[in-house]
Antibody, heavy 125, light 112 residues
Framework: QVQLQQWGAGLLKPSETLSLTCAVYGGSFSGYYWGWIRQPPGKGLEWIGE???????NYKSSLKSRVTISLDTSKNQFSLKLTSVTAADTAVYYC???????????????????WGQGTMVTVSS | DIVMTQTPVSLSVTPGQSASISCKSS???????????LNWYLQKPGQSPQLLIY???SRFSGVPDKFSGSGSGTDFTLKISRVEAEDVGVYYCMQGRHLPRTFGQGTKVEIK
């Protein structure tokens, strides 16, 4: 069974950089999309972006200037960095596994089948 | 960006009854490969979202057949049959056809 375990700093000051890492256990790491989604307190889900098997990325346009998602295939991990955070970036951040473009299989294009436990990140001075 | 609009915002259901949630997208989710990329997720209280349905109507592994999805193009529906206490939470639709991926605002389902 695929499991995603994520970690990173939970309290940041404005202008600092958010940094989260997600480790993948079980199943294959290569060949899949890997994504980050966030959820402000009491609100809905917001897609941040994803990294594709080649290492290329897709980002939400409003975050593109501040976000970097990258792979570390040697460790079966991927990470999220978000620079210059503000209070508006306060949210629970989730990592998730996307599909395999060679065969979208049981999740379909753009979907996410396995999710991390979530990390609450608070931005406050 | 594709706007996903869910209705209703909230739903109170008698145990054993059925519930339906509508999701409308601002553009077609039909891909040139012939598939339509619309997913449904359930976020139970205090938990991460879990995938229920992918490609409009296919149930993810382990999802009971009480959950069913239908629709095409821009109009989609999730039906929950025989609602029980463990089905409470917020249901989200999400489109994977276009970038950026976008979610509906969510529908909160509670038990009467």
């Amino acid at each position: 069974q695929v499991q995603l375990q994520q970690w990173g700093a939970g309290l940041l000051k404005p202008s600092e950089t958010l940094s989260l890492t997600c480790a993948v256990y079980g199943g294959s790491f290569s060949g899949y999309y890997w994504g980050w989604i966030r959820q402000p307190p009491g609100k809905g889900l917001e897609w941040i972006g994803e990294v594709i098997p080649s290492g290329g990325t897709n980002y939400k346009s409003s975050l593109k200037s501040r976000v970097t998602i990258s792979l570390d295939t040697s460790k079966n991990q991927f990470s999220l960095k978000l620079t210059s955070v503000t209070a508006a970036d306060t949210a629970v951040y989730y990592c998730a596994r996307g599909g395999n473009p060679a065969n979208w299989g049981s999740v379909g294009r753009g979907g996410f089948d396995f999710w991390g436990q979530g990390t609450m990140v608070t931005v406050s001075s | 960006d594709i706007v996903m609009t869910q209705t209703p915002v909230s739903l109170s259901v008698t145990p054993g009854q059925s519930a339906s949630i509508s999701c409308k997208s601002s553009q077609s989710l039909l891909h040139s490969d012939g598939k339509t990329y619309l997913n449904w997720y359930l976020q139970k209280p205090g938990q991460s979202p879990q995938l229920l349905i992918y490609e409009v109507s296919s149930r993810f592994s382990g999802v009971p057949d009480k959950f069913s999805g239908s629709g095409s193009g821009t109009d989609f529906t999730l039906k929950i049959s025989r609602v029980e206490a463990e089905d409470v939470g917020v249901y989200y639709c999400m489109q994977g056809r276009h970038l950026p991926r976008t979610f509906g605002q969510g529908t909160k389902v509670e038990i009467k």
